[in-house]
Each structure stands twice: as C-alpha cells, then as structure tokens.
C-alpha cells in the first residue's frame, strides 16, 4: 500500500473486555513498531517486529498486552481485559529494515485511538 | 536509560521568523535520531533522518543537526509559516531497536 494502515480508527470498549488493533505496514517493509500515545504524554514504544520476530518484548506494559506479526506483513496488537488506563492512541509504525541500516527510516500510521469505558 | 528531552515544551513565533527547536539525549550510543510533526488527532510524519555517522540533513526549510558525543540535535525552520504549526518530536533508536521520543514541542506560528 502506499501507507502503513490502522484498523479500526476509533475503538470505544467496556473495561474487561479484549481488543484487537490492526496494523497493515507499507508494503516490503519487514520492520514494524507499536507506540502507545496517552494522553498529555509522549510516546512509549511498545514492541518491535523484524520478520515475524519480536526480539525484545519487555516494553509490552503488562501481561495483558501481546502482539503477533504473520507472513512478514500485517499485525495485530490484542489488549486483554482493557482497563481505563489502556485509553490511548496506539501507533504503528514500519521502516524498510531494522537497525542500523540507512533505510531505517520510520513511517508511522495514523494510530487507533482506544478508550476503554 | 536513555532520556530524551525536547526544549521548549511550546513555541510561539510571528509568521517569517526563524527558529530552532531542540532536543537532548542521554546516551549516544544510538543508531540516528529522526524529527518528526504531528498534527493535532492524527498520526506522526517523519521530517528528517539522521543516522549517527552524519552531522546534519536538510529538506526545503528545514535543517536537523546532530552532535552525537554531546546529545544533542537541533530543527532550524526557517521562514515560519502558519502552516508549521505542529508539535514536533525527536526520536532516538536505540543500538537494540527500541525507541525513545521526545515529549515534544508544540510550535504555533502566527500570521
């Protein structure tokens, strides 16, 4: 595609309840990131993906936070019994590779914005 | 752990005026450094890319420097126009792939 894509824009939850946040990276893109944004705060990575491979996945703010990436493409952040204090936005973000190459340059999406109920 | 601080947390100029937003890191051990703007409800668009063996980059009437043995990097926007009004971010990557952003400066220029 000719962005990094988010689904759903929007996401209004009870608390307790599970959701699932979409990310469609550009296309060829075999790195993708997720931030959180609150509000009135700055932005908190999350997790990195290289391949379908998460090296590193202590930034997951608890347990109740997991995200999987298939077939080097799309990605799917899931919040487990959403508390009030998961209401964000959560962004995505892809670049060409990862790590210290120059084409490591960061295209973020237009983010999901949740609030929990 | 690597901090990243942006000064001023907000800005506000007269449209034409030439300014320099700044941001600060903790440790230099970082892969590059990237600007960004967001507009109010809406994602991030990334301005310009530093990777750690260069000194600066530009685009149009922007100007990003960085110092990496220091921390530091500077945005030079120069002839402001209402049309940057943004906050804007610095980003730095890690040599482990995470990233650390900076809370932000929010710019308003003025007509």
């Known amino acids: 595609g000719a962005g990094v894509s988010q689904s759903p824009s929007n996401k209004v939850t009870e608390k307790g309840k599970d959701v699932e946040l979409r990310c469609d990276p550009i296309s060829g893109h075999t790195a993708l990131y997720w931030y959180r944004q609150s509000l009135g705060q700055g932005l908190e990575f999350l997790i990195y993906?290289?391949?379908?491979?998460?090296?590193?996945k202590s930034g997951l703010p608890s347990d109740r936070f997991s995200a999987e990436r298939t077939g080097g493409s799309v990605s799917t952040l899931t919040i487990q019994r959403t508390q009030q204090e998961d209401s964000a936005v959560y962004l995505c973000?892809?670049?060409?590779?990862?790590?210290?190459?120059?084409?490591?340059?960061?295209?973020f999406g237009p983010g999901t914005r949740l609030t929990v109920l | 752990k690597q901090e990243v601080t942006q000064i001023p947390a907000a800005l506000s100029v007269p449209e034409g005026e030439n300014l320099v937003l700044n941001c600060s890191f903790t440790d230099s051990a970082i892969y590059n450094l990237q600007w960004f703007r967001q507009d109010p409800g809406k994602g991030l668009t990334s301005l310009l890319l530093?990777?750690?063996?260069?000194r600066e980059q530009t685009s149009g009437r922007l100007n990003a420097s960085l110092d990496k043995s220091s921390g530091r990097s500077t945005l030079y926007i120069a002839a402001s126009q209402p049309g940057d009004s943004a906050t804007y971010l610095c980003?730095?990557?890690?040599?482990?792939?995470?990233?650390?952003f900076g809370a932000g400066t929010r710019l308003t220029v003025k007509p």
């Open positions: 993906f290289q391949g379908n491979s998460a090296p590193d």
């Open positions: 530093i990777q750690s063996s260069q």
């Open positions: 980003a730095v990557r890690l040599n482990n792939n995470d990233m650390r």
């Open positions: 973000a892809s670049s060409l590779v990862g790590g210290g190459s120059v084409n490591n340059e960061q295209f």
